[in-house]
């Protein structure tokens, strides 16, 4: 019923590349993530637990 | 500070006191401002059922009250619980004293003296016309630089840790600091014509998008990203548990940064906003369910093994809770941002619902597990009253559930009998528009009901506060840690300019190419993405080099990883207005032109502004039966590109006015000004009395017709003498016409703009394309 189109040419590859982009960003992060050694990922979790005299 | 002893292998002992002096004044002053907030939120939802809570005075309208009350839920009380929040654990998670003591103070007295300002600028009717958005800009200006002084100490601390890593909530922070910044500063541009005036420099569809851009982050940036660290500090240490999973937090933090920027424009859709962004908006949109609810679960799953504590200790139950409505808010929202579930959710109270389940529920309810939990040992004494915790916890958890479920009653009625149809969707089933704001009558009241018994869970909580604090000396915590040589630091450079970026970068240029560009480019797009792959291997093969060293150095690293993050969060912003204010604004009218408004109109559409008429009624009739039927031929695209700022609004609880021009007399406006009940029975709209006796303030009017000059509004020069015999002129037709109705008034009175700029309301010159282009190249 209604139009509402409003595209100049190279406004239509927007929308593809910030998929490829954050596709990109989502799998490299999950691959780093993956690879990250235990010890490291155990010694960060517990940063907040270190207590001090308010703990 | 003072050493204790030394070990080479570890570094020097030191002991390090905590400055909590200013997590106890942001504590405090969240609690007071988040009262006031609340309080005037429970005063304009008895309005909403009671008109007569107007009491016919200018300042307390629900009007300007409105912005009064969302200004001081996110910015007074979320604002100041956020930075009681960062202040006491990025000391403690990076082993190092707050930097400045100075800077602390200025960053808290700098912040309440904001505050004051807008509680009295904003009930005087000085206000920008954008919500959440609202200050003047003088204002403004000093949240840009109080923010700079908070960033500043923030970035200083970090500099002087003791901690070479940093803990995700830390991140949250920095996207938080950077973002909100960003966002707004951008919305904000504005040119100023007095000191409590301005114009912002964007306008129609550009300020549309940039508004929302900003109002949407603003949830984002403000209202979650700093609550979600605070979540990822605070409930490890009230459930004496890690985090359930710290490689989902990492994954949370970068999808829930990049995703969350591109989202503004669900809260435009099916409007005149160009298709391809409603779609990116709606998209990204639906994406951000994984990570929220990523989130959600890391939360809740922190509480493994802990759930039998819910039961007697109050900070774990408000955080449970809390962390459950942010698993509510954001599987919403998505929805919500899907179009044609938009298309009957918008404009209605579903989004009143949705704002409150995630405002009372995630943020009021992290902020009182916070405050439950840092009392006792910001003052050294048990909890005064853990039974009034709990009451404090009742008491808002079912306010918020009869609250939102007024307003979701409320909004679903609305949705469907103001888009209702019969006669095969050619006649309104309810064409009295007032048909839909009598039926949810009762739900307003069951709102305040609900507001009322949520503000008095704060208040128990203020009481439970005071009394854990009175006569108790305060502490500040303080703790031995090893100071460790000073890693060598990455710096920007190292940061960026290395191979995993470069080959990384590559590869996404050439995949974008090859997915978006035409035959040609797209096939040699491939051919570089093979090459850079085969580069990538064979450089790893011949170095021996591991590329996640750099990795993990970027997380110990804050000035690059600020810099990536400021990257994240840019991308999706400038893809989004890059093109919007680019776009050949007179080639793109879709067939209409806005006519700009006469002085005198301009003169009413502030004075309309002033009112925050925005606040219940939209100028943006959407591409739905129900609303063209209703209101008329839907808004096109050039029908509001000299609107600054724009009007399209975000709630009708009364009609859409973008065709109101010409649709009734003038003393139609003049009696429903005066009375509303007088030609609309059953109206919740308050008087408006002091338009009558009032005076237009035409002196203003060519420092504002400058500046318009300046922002692109086609206006042609005219001296002071001519605006006002044009203003003249204008108000006495209007004046000479109203008294032929029996509606006598002197011309010079502000109903007499305000009029005149209603009946201007959809007034456009239809334009070709030849035409617009001819006007492009003026």
Redesign the interface.
């Known amino acids: 019923?209604?139009h509402?189109?409003?595209?100049?040419e190279?406004?239509?590859?927007?929308?593809?590349?910030?998929?490829?982009?954050?596709l990109?960003?989502?799998l490299?992060?999950?691959i780093?993530?993956?690879?990250?050694s235990q010890a490291?990922?155990?010694?960060?979790?517990?940063?907040?637990?270190?207590?001090?005299?308010?703990? | 500070m003072s050493i204790a002893t030394a070990a080479p292998e570890l570094g020097v002992k030191t002991r390090i006191e905590?400055d909590d002096a200013p997590v106890r004044q942001f504590m405090i002053a969240s609690i007071g401002w988040g009262i006031i907030g609340m309080l005037v939120g429970v005063l304009i939802a008895t309005q909403m059922g009671v008109w007569q809570a107007n009491f016919k005075t200018s300042w307390l309208t629900f009007g300007r009250l409105r912005p009064l009350h969302t200004n001081a839920v996110i910015f007074a009380f979320v604002g100041n619980m956020m930075f009681a929040g960062i202040y006491y654990?990025t000391q403690?998670?990076v082993?190092a004293r707050t930097a400045s003591r100075l800077l602390s103070q200025i960053h808290f007295w700098g912040w309440q003296a904001i505050i004051v300002a807008a509680v009295i600028t904003l009930p005087l009717g000085l206000t920008r016309g954008k919500e959440y958005a609202e200050l003047i800009w003088p204002i403004d200006i000093a949240v840009a630089l109080i923010w700079v002084i908070f960033a500043v100490n923030f970035f200083w601390t970090l500099a002087r840790r003791n901690?070479p890593?940093l803990?995700?909530?830390i991140w949250f922070y920095i996207a938080t600091i950077i973002t909100v910044a960003m966002l707004y500063i951008i919305n904000h541009l504005s040119i100023p014509t007095s000191w409590t005036h301005s114009y912002p420099i964007f306008g129609g569809v550009q300020d549309a998008l940039v508004q929302w851009w900003y109002g949407h982050n603003a949830v984002a940036f403000f209202l979650t990203t700093p609550i979600l660290g605070i979540m990822?500090?605070?409930l490890?240490?009230a459930a004496?548990?890690?985090?359930y999973s710290?490689?989902l937090s990492?994954?949370h933090f970068?999808?829930l940064v990049?995703?969350y920027i591109?989202a503004g424009p669900h809260h435009l859709l099916?409007t005149?906003l160009?298709?391809?962004l409603q779609?990116?908006g709606m998209?990204?949109s639906l994406?951000l369910w994984a990570p929220s609810w990523g989130g959600m679960l890391n939360g809740l799953l922190t509480l493994r093994g802990a759930w039998d504590k819910l039961r007697t200790d109050p900070v774990l139950k408000f955080f449970a809770a809390g962390i459950t409505f942010y698993g509510m808010a954001t599987l919403e929202g998505p929805l919500l941002s899907i179009k044609s579930v938009n298309a009957f959710s918008h404009y209605t109270d579903w989004g009143i619902a949705h704002v409150h389940g995630a405002a009372l529920g995630w943020n009021g309810f992290m902020a009182a597990g916070m405050f439950y939990w840092l009392a006792p040992?910001?003052w050294g004494r048990r909890l005064h009253s853990v039974a009034a915790a709990n009451m404090h916890f009742w008491l808002g958890t079912v306010g918020i559930l009869i609250y939102t479920a007024a307003m979701y009653v409320s909004g679903i009625t609305q949705g469907i009998m103001l888009g209702a149809t019969k006669e095969a969707g050619t006649v309104l089933s309810y064409p009295n528009f007032l048909d839909a704001v009598t039926s949810t009558r009762i739900l307003m009241h069951l709102r305040a009901l609900g507001g009322l018994m949520y503000l008095a869970g704060f208040i128990i909580l203020a009481w439970n506060i005071w009394r854990t604090a009175r006569g108790a000396q305060a502490?500040n915590?303080?703790?031995e840690v090893y100071v460790p040589e000073k890693p060598a630091t990455m710096g920007l450079g190292g940061g960026f300019f290395n191979a995993p970026v470069i080959y990384?970068t590559l590869?996404?240029v050439f995949?974008?190419g090859w997915?978006?560009?035409p035959t040609l480019p797209s096939g040699l797009s491939i051919v570089g993405l093979v090459a850079t792959a085969m580069a990538m291997s064979m450089h790893k093969e011949f170095t021996k080099t591991s590329w996640?060293a750099w990795?993990?150095r970027l997380l110990e690293n804050a000035l690059p990883f600020t810099a990536l993050t400021t990257v994240?969060v840019f991308?999706?912003g400038l893809?989004q207005i890059i093109?919007t204010v680019m776009?050949?604004t007179a080639n793109?009218v879709?067939g209409m032109r806005q006519i700009p408004y006469t002085p005198l109109e301009l003169a009413g559409r502030d004075i309309y502004i002033r009112e925050g008429c925005y606040n219940c009624h939209s100028q943006q009739i959407r591409?739905l039966?129900g609303d063209?039927l209703r209101y008329g031929d839907?808004s096109k695209?050039g029908e509001s590109i000299y609107d600054h700022p724009f009007q399209w609004g975000s709630k009708r609880t009364g009609p859409d006015l973008a065709r109101e021009g010409g649709k009734y007399p003038n003393s139609w406006h003049f009696f429903h000004m005066r009375d509303p009940r007088q030609i609309s029975p059953g109206s919740t709209m308050p008087d408006y009395p002091w338009l009558f006796r009032d005076k237009t303030e035409i002196a203003a009017l060519p420092n504002k017709l400058a500046v318009q000059r300046r922002i692109g509004v086609p206006y042609k020069m005219m001296t002071d003498a001519e605006i006002q015999e044009a203003c003249a002129t204008q108000a006495g037709l209007i004046a000479d016409d109203l008294k032929n109705a029996g509606a006598e008034v002197p011309p010079e009175r502000e109903i007499i703009a305000l009029i005149s700029y209603l009946q201007k309301l959809g007034k456009s010159e239809k334009v070709t394309p030849i035409e617009s282009m001819q006007a492009a190249a003026k």
């Not at chain 2, 004496?240 to 985090?243: I, T």
């Open positions: 019923m209604f509402r189109i409003l595209v100049e190279w406004q239509r590859a927007l929308s593809v590349m910030s998929i490829c982009i954050f990109s960003v989502f490299i992060n999950l780093r993530v993956r690879r990250m490291s990922i155990t010694q960060l979790s517990k940063l907040p637990l270190e207590a001090d005299d308010h703990a | 905590y654990s403690r998670l082993k901690e890593s803990y995700v909530a990822y500090y605070f490890p240490k004496e548990r890690p985090v710290y490689r990492i994954v970068w999808s990049f995703i591109w099916n005149s160009p298709g391809w779609s990116l998209v990204f994406m040992r910001l502490v915590g303080s703790i990384t590869l996404l995949l974008s997915a978006a560009l996640s990795y993990e994240a991308i999706g893809v093109p776009i050949s793109n879709e591409t039966v063209v839907y695209l």
